[in-house]
């Protein structure tokens, strides 16, 4: 059973750092594509950045040039360098893993991890 964990979130001041973590576990396999979304209260889930087995990365318009996307496939995790935090950047950060494998799909998904920037 794969297992998606996150960490890493907390309180910050607006324009102060964080870094997220996303771990799996339970998988013999490198997932094609993992992201990370996130979702304020009242708002839907939005897609914040994506990173592919291969290294290549796309982000929200929202956190170009403030959020880094990385991952290291040895160690089957994911991370979420997030700088210059703003306010509206208050959300629970939610972990994704997917892809297909032979020919099946597969979508994982993590607990969630709170990030609030106060003002």
């Known amino acids: 059973q794969v297992q998606l964990v996150e960490s890493g979130g907390g309180l910050v001041q607006a324009g102060g750092s964080l870094r997220l973590s996303c771990t799996a576990s339970g998988s013999f396999f490198i997932f094609d594509v993992m992201r990370w979304y996130r979702q304020a209260p009242g708002k839907q889930r939005e897609l914040v950045a994506a990173?592919?087995?291969?290294?290549?990365?796309n982000y929200a318009d929202s956190v170009k040039g403030r959020f880094t996307i990385s991952r290291d496939n040895a160690k089957n995790t994911v991370y979420l360098q997030m700088n210059s935090l703003k306010p509206e950047d208050t959300a629970v950060y939610y972990c994704?893993?997917?892809?297909?494998?032979?020919?099946?799909?597969?979508?994982?998904w993590g607990q969630g991890t709170q990030v609030t920037v106060s003002s």
């Open positions: 994704n893993a997917g892809g297909t494998l032979i020919m099946r799909a597969y979508d994982y």
């Open positions: 990173v592919r087995s291969g290294g290549s990365t």
